[in-house]
């Protein structure tokens, strides 16, 4: 699947598009197929969002959606070695499909 | 250490509120992202891996406690309670929102700080020795020079679109402790046969892709032309730097496809020039500068004793601390790297604990080293007992000054989104083997630096040992490099072959430190038996 | 919006500008463009007949052409100093400071955001020709240095 990503312009937020609009959640992001860039330029052009680009992504069991490089995987959770400041502190787990 | 006046007040306060207007020109949509992003990057601002990184300029590494004070008042009201110290004396934020940028600075600027100039195209904050005016050995305190410098190359207008980069580094003794001439202009200030106090002007170093030593280009600059002459190296750098590849932008490509005879003959043209030009500030300002950094007042009756019956202080005493030009004075070092813990990171509570320290133990005054560790440069050796009890209780008292543990590591994949492999996990797990196996006393002076690309923001061409992340199909992958040295006698690390996975990598690393300790004679340190027995000894145990 | 900003009192030059080449060749005539890649200096021994010398910036990116103004000023030119091209507001100031006494920017100005850009710096470090005080000159006036 072909999922968008940026950051939103304002707070710098890691951001994936839903269809609708950017969630901080990579499990919220569709597959936009062939249309990533004219939906990238609209957003951008209404600073919707910011430094956008798409990406290669796979469903990855109950629906989660694992973006196919380890950098993206870090941007969607957040530092591998301060769980504390990833986006699911409280679970020991959710940075296992990280790396 | 430098106090603003005036006019140096006014021009941060004119800044904050240039970029204050600039932020809400670009959040209106009246500015472009490719128009706003080379002004926010001039105000340290990098749109990074988790969110905007903002970049504080820590000038020549030095800073007061009511400065350490506001940076970690940051840490905690606009980020996330901690700062990052970096290779480059400043200190990061990894977490900051664009629309609090502008308050940042301003809070900044009440304490005399800024982050101008700490990115982009330009010419970025001036490096220097750590132990400048505390060192035994130096010339003179160099950080005046690059007070004067760092004025010059603020706002120059000529000079803000640059090629690439520009890293200026300032140092006065014949020990290099900033890894001068790995700068992209180096200076030494030096004595002449007359007795002259002039620079001694090297230029075309660096890291990166293509890692160079930069060459002396002119062997004395007198003082009251310092300024022109800088400006000169700079014309011809604006003028003939390469545009056309972002990776042969340096002034480090220029100088060597031209040859550093015709870059310093073109540098002299230029120079002669611009002497008639009148640009050079008065010898009164530097004057004017070297006036803040006088001696503090130092205690003359200082006792020069020291009770090391404590095996645990006498271990941080042994390692961390180094000798001050004044008798009864030490210089005490401060490791951010606590053996499992982040390299160069420190929390908002052991920020403003270092500040308290520095008022109460050194004259007011800290520095940060390019090593992501920090220094108190005039501390009382009848203080140091209770100074190293409070860094003990702080998680700060870590006894592992230039050790395998005080490893530098640049951020890498967990925060930049310029690289490819992690690298603060290998620095851990690195530090735990050596921790675990109790080697690194034995192993002496070993430095060891990861960079997580080929940018090498973490030095590693320049480390004993050094480590380079790499992508290797899509999965992270390391290169031990071996025989790097950042002082006087420069030298660039060699690859030792095939790379490593993140477990395999930490294996090599103590595999050559077993062949050090089997090959060394005498005092030897690990880089002197590597210097001596070459590198096969090495490949043959790592690749066994 | 400004397309156009201007700060001398004298008509125009209305000739067009050639390209160095062209101009080294003939010589005779006012106006001459330069671009990122020209040598400014090849114009010196011709300052006396130029009215108009355009600076091209292709890109804003490319920073060349400040250090031409420079050099033109520096050897005494005197006529319109005029950047063309991916000219932005956030330059203003900066190119002022080099020599240039005129702009035509391929994307107009706004006219608030233009006059606040050259407005803004009260004070400046460095000399540059341009006549401002720099801060080293007020700290030490010029009848008390040696």
Redesign the interface.
């Given at each position: 699947m072909k999922i968008l990503t940026g950051?939103d312009?304002?707070?710098?937020?890691?951001v994936w598009w839903t269809g609708q609009d950017w969630s901080i959640h990579v499990e919220d992001a569709v597959d936009v197929g062939d249309q990533a860039d004219t939906i990238l330029a609209r957003e951008?052009a209404a600073?919707r969002v910011?430094?956008s680009y798409a990406i290669d992504a796979e469903p990855d069991g109950e629906r989660r959606v694992r973006p196919?490089?380890?950098?993206d995987r870090?941007?969607a959770h957040?530092?591998?070695?301060?769980p504390d400041?990833t986006l699911k502190p409280a679970d020991p787990d959710a940075g296992n499909w990280v790396i | 250490m430098y106090r603003y006046?005036q006019?140096?007040q006014?021009?941060v306060d004119?800044r904050v509120?240039?970029f204050r207007?600039?932020t809400r020109?670009?959040?209106e949509?009246?500015l472009t992202?490719d128009?706003f992003k080379?002004?926010r990057l001039q105000n340290g601002l990098y749109?990074q891996?988790?969110?905007?990184m903002l970049r504080v300029a820590v000038p020549y590494g030095t800073l007061n406690a009511a400065q350490m004070h506001v940076l970690a008042d940051i840490a905690d009201k606009y980020d996330?309670g901690y700062g990052h110290f970096t290779t480059r004396q400043n200190i990061q934020y990894n977490?900051?929102?664009?629309?609090d940028a502008p308050d940042i600075l301003a809070d900044l600027a009440s304490v005399e700080m800024h982050a101008i100039q700490t990115s982009g195209?330009c010419i970025r904050n001036i490096s220097s020795d750590q132990f400048a005016g505390a060192a035994a050995d130096e010339l003179i305190d160099p950080r005046p020079y690059a007070e004067l410098l760092r004025?010059?190359s603020?706002?120059?207008?000529?000079?803000?679109?640059?090629p690439r980069k520009f890293k200026i580094c300032v140092i006065a003794s014949e020990t290099d402790r900033a890894a001068m001439k790995l700068h992209d202009i180096g200076i030494r200030i030096v004595k002449n046969e007359a007795g002259e106090i002039g620079a001694a002007f090297y230029v075309g170093g660096g890291m990166g892709r293509t890692p160079m030593i930069a060459p002396l280009i002119r062997d004395f600059v007198p003082l009251d032309q310092l300024i022109t002459y800088s400006e000169a190296c700079l014309?011809v750098y604006?003028?003939y730097g390469r545009?056309d590849n972002k990776y042969k932008a340096r002034i480090k490509i220029l100088v060597h496809e031209l040859g550093k005879d015709e870059y310093a003959r073109q540098v002299e043209e230029e120079f002669a020039?611009l002497l008639t030009?009148?640009?050079e500030?008065?010898?009164?300002?530097l004057e004017?500068i070297m006036e803040h950094f006088a001696d503090p007042a130092f205690d003359t009756a200082a006792s020069d004793d020291l009770d090391l019956s404590d095996p645990a202080f006498a271990l941080w005493v042994e390692r961390n601390s180094v000798a001050h030009k004044q008798p009864g004075y030490v210089i005490a070092n401060i490791s951010l790297k606590p053996v499992g813990g982040?390299p160069g990171d420190a929390s908002a509570a052991q920020i403003h604990l270092m500040a308290d320290l520095a008022k109460d133990y050194s004259f007011d005054e800290l520095r940060v080293t390019h090593a992501q560790n920090i220094v108190l440069p005039h501390v009382r050796k009848a203080d140091l007992f209770t100074l190293w009890q409070k860094l003990e209780a702080a998680g700060l008292g870590a006894a592992n000054l230039d050790t395998i543990e005080d490893i530098i590591a640049c951020p890498g994949?967990?925060?930049c989104?310029l690289?490819n492999a992690?690298s603060?996990?290998v620095a851990?797990k690195i530090a735990q083997r050596f921790a675990d196996n109790g080697r690194t006393g034995e192993l002496g002076e070993l430095k060891l630096k990861i960079s997580g690309c080929i940018n090498a923001c973490g030095h590693h061409h320049a480390g004993h040992i050094g480590i380079l992340g790499v992508d290797k199909k899509?999965l992270?992958n390391y290169q031990l490099l071996l025989g790097g040295c950042e002082g006087d006698d420069t030298s660039l690390g060699k690859i030792t072959g095939p790379g490593f996975t993140e477990d395999g990598i930490v294996d090599a690393v103590e595999k050559a430190t077993d062949v050090y300790l089997a090959q060394r004679e005498e005092d030897e340190r690990f880089l002197d038996t590597y210097r001596r027995i070459g590198m096969e000894k090495f490949k043959e145990a790592i690749y066994a | 919006m400004l397309d156009h900003l201007r700060f001398r009192d004298d008509e125009p030059v209305s000739a067009p500008a050639v390209t160095v080449d062209a101009f080294l060749d003939q010589t005779n005539a006012a106006a001459v463009r330069i671009e990122?890649g020209d040598d400014a200096r090849s114009l010196l021994p011709f300052l006396e007949q130029l009215s108009l010398v355009e600076v091209n910036f292709p890109g804003?990116?490319?920073?060349?052409g400040?250090?031409s103004a420079?050099i033109l000023r520096?050897a005494g030119y005197t006529g319109e100093l005029r950047a063309v091209g991916d000219v932005?507001v956030?330059q203003l100031?900066?190119?002022r400071?080099?020599g240039f006494d005129s702009f035509l920017p391929e994307k107009p100005f706004?006219p608030e955001?233009a006059q606040?850009a050259l407005d803004?710096?009260?004070?400046?470090?460095?000399?540059?020709?341009d006549g401002r005080t720099?801060?080293?000159?007020?700290?030490?006036p010029a009848s008390?240095?040696?």
């Open positions: 950051n312009l304002k707070s710098g937020a890691v951008e600073r910011n430094a196919a490089h380890i950098k870090i941007r957040g530092p591998t070695v301060r400041l | 006046d006019y140096d006014a021009m004119t509120a240039e207007d600039q020109r670009r959040l949509g009246k992202e128009q080379p002004l749109l891996l988790h969110a905007y996330r977490w900051i929102k664009l629309e195209n004025q010059w603020s706002f120059h207008p000529e000079f803000l679109t640059l014309r604006n003028r545009r020039h030009q009148g640009i500030p008065p010898i009164a300002e004017r982040i994949l967990d925060y989104s690289a992690r603060i996990p851990q899509g992270e | 990122p804003f990116g490319d920073g060349r400040y250090s420079r520096e932005l956030d100031s900066h190119m400071r080099c706004d955001d606040a803004r710096w009260p004070e400046v470090y460095q000399a540059t020709g720099p801060i080293w000159a007020r700290r030490h008390e240095r040696g």
